[in-house]
């Protein structure tokens, strides 16, 4: 079974810039969405960006449009998170996550398979 590893999180200010990574195991053939979620403390976790693997076309939520931009390196087997112009409300404990079969991406959690083991990013006032 595919693996996920993400890193690149840490404790930054307000305005700081961050990249997340998530790097796959193993290469996987077919349709799959892979997306970003992000669970703050006695919140829900909730979906941030995703990029459809084969075509690329992506998808982010609202309030992180015109500051995080999600991308992938084939190459690699990599996913990318930059995220700039980082504020408080964006900490929390960033998941990585596979949808396999499928090229729609969503935001409903209980709709992907794999789960990375998550990476802390914490934005000080």
């Known amino acids: 079974q595919v693996q996920l590893t993400e890193s690149g999180g840490g404790l930054v200010q307000t305005g700081d810039s961050l990249r997340l990574s998530c790097v796959a195991s193993?290469?996987?053939?077919?349709?799959?969405?892979m997306s970003w979620f992000r669970q703050a403390p006695g919140q829900e976790r909730e979906f941030v960006a995703g990029?459809?693997?084969?075509?690329?076309?992506?998808d982010r939520r609202d309030s992180v449009k015109g500051r995080f931009a999600i991308s992938r390196d084939n190459a690699k087997n990599t996913m990318y998170l930059q995220m700039n112009s980082l504020q408080a409300e964006d900490t929390g404990v960033y998941y990585c996550?596979?949808?396999?079969?499928?090229?729609?991406?969503?935001?409903?959690?209980?709709?992907?398979?794999?789960w990375g083991q998550g990476t802390q990013v914490t934005v000080s006032p």
């Open positions: 193993a290469r996987t053939v077919g349709r799959y969405v």
């Open positions: 996550a596979a949808r396999f079969g499928d090229q729609n991406i969503v935001g409903d959690p209980t709709s992907y398979q794999i």
């Open positions: 990029i459809e693997w084969r075509g690329g076309s992506t």
